[in-house]
Each structure stands twice: as C-alpha cells, then as structure tokens.
C-alpha cells in the first residue's frame, strides 16, 4: 500500500508497534515519498487519508484518533477499488466471504473462469494482494474478502457477490457475532447481485430484500442452483446445453447441468455448497455452463484440508489444519466415523459445546493442545463424560510429535485420526499450514517408529 500510494505522488507516513516489524517493512518507490515511524498514536498533523491494515483492530489509538478528528480511515480492500476505479476499463469484482469455504470457492471460481477463457485471478485473502492485482490489469478478479478486510471497505459494489456461511468467529476482534456478521454482509451492496446460500441462515438474512440468485445443496427451485441425481443444476440461468449434452429449461433436470458431483474435490457436502457458490457467481458474468464443469475438474484444492497424510497399523491419519473455528471442524467430524480428534489452539472467544454436542458420535477419544485446550476439555467432560480425553501440556516444538502419538493410542483399525483443531494456530505455530505440516511430520515419524 505504502508503495503503491507514494507511487502515486502521496507523501506517506508507516507506523508499526514493533520497530523491528517497521525495519523490515523498508520501501523504496520509483516516485513518491516513504517514511518510517514507529508507534504512532495519532496522524501526523496535515494527513488526508489512513490506510490501515486489516489485522488492527477498529479500537487501534490511531485509528480511533484518526476518525475522532474526521481523518477517514479505509482498509486495503477499498484503497485498491478506488485505484481500480479510476482505470478506463476496471475490472469486473466477483467477492466471496464467510466463516469457511472462502479460499476453496475463490479457487474453483478461478479455474472455472479460467475454463470459459476469462482474463481471471484470485486474489484479496486468497495470497496476491488486490492491488497487485488490479495494477496487473486482469479484467475479472476473484476475490476473497475477510471479515477484518470488509470492516473497513464500505463502498465496494461487485458486480456478484457471495456470504458462504457465518458462523461464531473472530469475536475477540469484532466483539459480538452481530457484528462480526454484519462486516461480512457489507458485501451486499447497492446494485450488487447477491449469491444466496439458501441452506445458511445468515446468507439468507443479510440478503433479505435484495433479490439476487440462490443455491442450495438439495433440490432446486426455480431460480436456484442445487443438486439433482448427482449432478450440479442451474435453473437460474437456464439457457442452452449443459454437460452430457443434457437440455436446459425442458429437460429431464428442468434447467442446465453443470457438472457432476464427482467433479468437485475435495469432496463433501460444505465443498458442494463452494462449487455451487462458485459456478453462480461465474454464471452471473454469462460463463457458460460446460466450463463450470471444466473449471471443478481442473481445479486443485488447497492443502490442510481433509488431506490423508498417511496410513498405519488399519488407521488413516487426516491433516484438517484448515479448519481453524468449530463450524469448520463440525464439517471436517461429521464426514467421518470412529475418530480420535486433535484439537485445541485460539478459539478467537467462541463456544464449543454445540460442537461437541452435534460430533461426540463420531468420536472414539480426543487428544487436546493449545491454549484454548482447557475450554474444548470442559466442553467434553460436560457432554461426553465418558470419551477418553487426554491434554498435551507442552508447548514446544515436541507437542504435536505428542499428541499424534497418544491419538496412535487411542484409535483403532479403520478408524481416523484427525487434525482439526476447531481454532487458529499462531499460540504454537506461525499459521495453520505449519501446524498441519508438523502433524504430517509426527505422522511419518509415527511410521518410522512403527
């Protein structure tokens, strides 16, 4: 950002906390002014604009400072719509946010652009920053949008957008699931077309009024994108043929086939529900049914999400780091049976009694670490008294070695033992891709000392 805007003639000021953080952050643009200071706690007098980044909190001494003496204060997300904007031909914003699903459905939307020939990225959350990516000129951009990103982004307007699910998350930074939801819905603008997940309350209710199109993993309505005989079906934009050279509109599946559901990987109910996302955004732009299916079937999926890292003594192990909040790992259990379920980390302020609650079937023990690992204990104590639980106390480097070691106890031929912590990783690790390559690492071990 701080490039980007003295590249564009501003004169800009960068504050960190930690001037270590600042040193690293060093920028030498071909135009413009940069300089560094460190622990601000206000703008410096004569600033127009704060461009804050989204891990801050709205409760920031500066960004309080800032908005108290009218300085506005945006996100990146914005600063990026407005360069955008200013192009001759901007770009086309397909946006998806929620609780869970967003990097894999920015991922199929790609590929499925990418199939029908569109000029497309995925970009915001996913890795490349948006402002790279609309310098880089791409005429479509697949977006994905946190809920920190979309606090401070208030006038997007994309021309589709999406709210996967909203589930309990990141009320430590926006203190109530209110809000949390509320930061989510903004992507609901005026003049926006909303994709509704028809089988998620929250989608349903912040974009209560606004029309748009629907999807649903069972049968659809017309109107709706949904499930019929294994096959994704679109009878919202039911025009020509779809794959299998299956009829539109009077078919045999009343509207166009799009894929089948073998196409999606990984596979899975939740990642359904993503394809489906997907593949109405793109169809909101006119991308013709056949590359839907072309799209999902080319498409690579993430790792650290349901991901079998290995196999022994009749027990699969599954590397589900990815699921870093209870409505994730809830997806991640209930897709499977006889489990021993690693757990635990930051729970970011939620509950998870209702995880426990809807998945103790499934479980044969649970092997906790983190330090959140007493709250998921207590849960389990109070709705499955009698699982075998055991706590990993240590908090190096040996922990996970431990805990998939005592999950090998605990598990039995045929059944699974599965990372999926409920909780993000930074207490033990520095992202929950390091967490999951430390459980793959005990897990190859584990075969060694087998």
């Known amino acids: 950002m701080a490039r980007v805007l003295a590249e564009l003639g501003a004169e800009v000021t960068v504050t960190d906390s930690s001037p270590t953080q600042l040193a690293a952050l060093a920028v030498t643009p071909r135009h413009g002014a940069v300089r560094l200071a460190a622990g601000l706690a206000a703008p410096p007098p004569g600033t127009d604009l704060v461009v804050t980044s ?3 909190r709205p409760g920031d001494p500066l960004l309080v400072a800032a908005q108290r003496t009218g300085v506005p204060v945006i996100g990146d997300v914005a600063l990026a719509r407005w360069i955008d904007s200013a192009r001759p031909r901007p770009a086309e914003w397909l946006v998806v946010t929620g609780t869970n699903g967003k990097t894999t459905t920015v991922g199929m939307l790609e590929s499925i652009l990418r ?69 989510k819905g903004r992507v609901y603008a005026e003049g926006t077309t909303a994709v509704v997940n ?18 649903t993993t069972s049968e659809p309505r017309d109107g709706q994108l949904g499930v019929h005989r294994e096959k994704l079906v679109d009878r919202a934009f039911t025009t020509g043929l ?48 056949a590359a839907v299916a072309q799209g999902l079937r080319a ?5 650290h999400r349901g991901v079998l890292v290995g196999e022994h003594a009749g027990v699969c192990y599954v590397d589900d780091s990815k699921a870093t909040n209870p409505h994730a790992a809830r ?3 209930l897709a499977r049976h006889r489990v021993v379920w690693i757990a635990g980390g930051l729970l970011k302020g939620v509950e998870v009694d209702s995880l426990v609650i809807e998945t103790r079937d499934r479980l044969l023990g649970a092997v906790l670490l983190g330090t959140d690992r007493a709250t998921i204990a207590a849960a389990l104590a109070r709705h499955a008294p009698n699982l075998p639980v055991r ?9 996970m070695m431990e805990a998939v070691a005592v999950a090998a106890e605990l598990a039995s031929p045929g059944g699974v033992v ?24 005990a897990v190859a071990a584990l075969g060694v000392a087998w």
């Open 54 to 56: 989204p891990g801050l």
């Open 115 to 183: 199939a029908a020939g569109v000029d497309a990225v995925a970009c915001g959350n996913i890795g490349l920053p948006l402002l790279d990516a609309v310098r880089a000129g791409h005429r479509v951009l697949a977006v994905e949008l946190s809920s920190f990103q979309l606090h401070w982004s208030r006038e997007l307007s994309p021309r589709a957008s999406v709210v996967l699910n909203v589930s309990a998350d990141h009320l430590d930074w926006h203190g109530c699931l209110a809000e949390y939801a509320a930061a």
């Open 198 to 215: 028809a089988d998620d309350e929250w989608s349903t209710r912040l974009a209560a009024g606004r029309g748009g199109v629907e999807f």
């Open 242 to 289: 779809g794959v299998d050279g299956e009829s539109g509109g009077s078919g045999d599946c009343g509207g166009t086939v799009l894929a089948g559901i073998a196409d999606v990987r990984p596979p899975g109910p939740h990642n359904l529900s993503n394809a489906l996302a997907a593949a109405a955004l793109a169809r909101c732009i006119g991308v013709p049914g």
């Open 299 to 303: 498409f690579t999926p993430g790792g």
């Open 331 to 333: 997806a991640s259990l």
């Open 391 to 399: 706590v990993v106390d240590s908090g190096d480097d040996g922990a």
């Open 418 to 441: 599965l990372l999926a912590p409920a909780a993000a990783s930074m207490d033990m690790f520095t992202d929950y891709a390091h967490r999951g390559r430390a459980f793959a690492a």
